[in-house]
């Protein structure tokens, strides 16, 4: 792609985004290889439909990244985390879950900011990242409900 973004700053959040879908995809599924115990059939079932969600909330933000923002998307990968028993496992993920809610919040700040620069991509993209954050709003309560917290 030769055309120059139209906000390399939202795109860099958003890539940055991106890379973190990435890690918490790979990590959901390898922490549901990790379960063991009486429900480890369950919890793994459960972390491989929200690893789910998370594939998704990657698609959603290549196409805003390339078809909204004449961007590249990245193929990188944020961090991940190892966890060894249940409640780490969910523990951790909890916090990353939290962490990604924070930081698309701050995304949607800037979008705001920027809200008059982008006329025909504001609403589209304001909307797909409040659902992502709905998603893992509900992906905070589901791993609580697990950890019988
Ligand atoms: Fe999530």
Do not use: W
Request: net charge positive; proline share 3%; aromatic share 6%.
């Amino acid at each position: 792609m030769d055309a120059t973004p139209k906000s390399p700053e939202l795109v860099t959040c958003l890539n940055n985004a991106l890379e973190n879908e990435h890690a918490i995809y790979v990590q959901y599924l390898s922490h549901a290889k990790t379960v063991k115990g009486v429900d480890a059939r369950l919890v793994n079932k459960r972390l491989r439909r929200l690893a789910g969600y998370h594939r998704r909330h990657q698609k959603k933000l290549r196409y805003l990244i390339a078809d909204y923002l004449e961007a590249v998307p990245s193929m990188n990968m944020g961090a991940t985390y190892a966890a060894d028993n249940l409640d780490t496992i969910l523990q951790t993920n909890i916090k990353c879950e939290g962490a990604a809610i924070d930081n698309y919040m701050k995304t949607l700040a800037l979008l705001d900011r920027q809200k008059e620069d982008l006329p025909y991509e504001f609403c589209k993209i304001d909307y797909a990242l409040k659902k992502i954050i709905r998603n893992d709003q509900a992906h905070i309560a589901t791993l609580k409900k697990l950890r019988g917290a």
